[in-house]
């Protein structure tokens, strides 16, 4: 009994009609189909040149001509045996009983794997590849690199301390809080820290980081908060550039 149906491998069927046109395609399609249901005979001249209107043409010329003067197709040939074969091996198996049903399993799983998944490991190798490539292309950035986000969280860092109004908009929220001094703190103990740099990169969906809103939480956090004292002015020990550089220094 003929198989109703062949495997369509629809990778090699793309690349092999890569540079037919459409009109060429359909041609193609049909005479593969035509030769699978005239199995075992091949497609007489005649109907080529029906289909084809030449055997020169770029479709004709993907068939093979036999001894009898008749055309098929190499590939299709081959997928047509290996199914009849499949089938035939399924029957014989299933007329076995039970012991060999299990066997039968076995076989049909092993072909399927073959026929249907012939190119999975290949595929699997190149998506692989590909994501391995893609990443090793990628430029590195703070959520991949300790340095970067040590630079970006310092200049993040000056960028606070130089703005006057921003700074004077938090003595406004916090009064009483040295402001510099407690951004300092905050910089020194954590944010300018591997500690720090984990953290952030434990937040998955951040890809960028608004240091702006991270230090405006952190002036709110008692651990960073440091007062001024009765007599001492705003900022007053972070006048001194070897403190502030030697905080810096301690990051690394």
Known sequence: MKSPAVLLYTSDFLTG?????????????????????????????????FICNSLDSAVAKKFIRDKQGNYYNERMQIEIEKRLSYSK???????????KEKHMKNICESYEKHMDND?????????KNK?????????????????????????AYNSLLSDESWIAGREKFHPGLDIKLSLEKAHVDFWGTEAGWNHKRSERKTKSINWKTTYQTAL?????????????KNGSVLNSGDRQRNAYDSIN
Request: proline fraction near 3%; aromatic fraction near 6%.
């Open 17 to 49: 009609t890569i540079l037919l046109s459409d009109e060429e395609t359909g041609k193609y399609i049909r005479l593969l189909c035509l030769q699978h249901q005239l199995y075992p005979k091949h497609i007489p001249e005649s109907h080529m040149i």
């Open 119 to 127: 190119n999975d490991n290949e595929n699997i190798k190149e998506v």
């Open 220 to 232: 709110s956090m008692r651990c960073n908060q440091v007062w001024i004292k009765k007599g001492e």
């Open 131 to 155: 994501v391995k490539n893609k990443k090793s292309l990628e430029e590195p950035s703070w959520r991949t690199d300790l340095n970067i986000y040590i630079q970006e969280e310092r200049a």
């Open 89 to 99: 091996s399924r029957s014989n198996n299933r007329k076995s009983g039970l012991k």
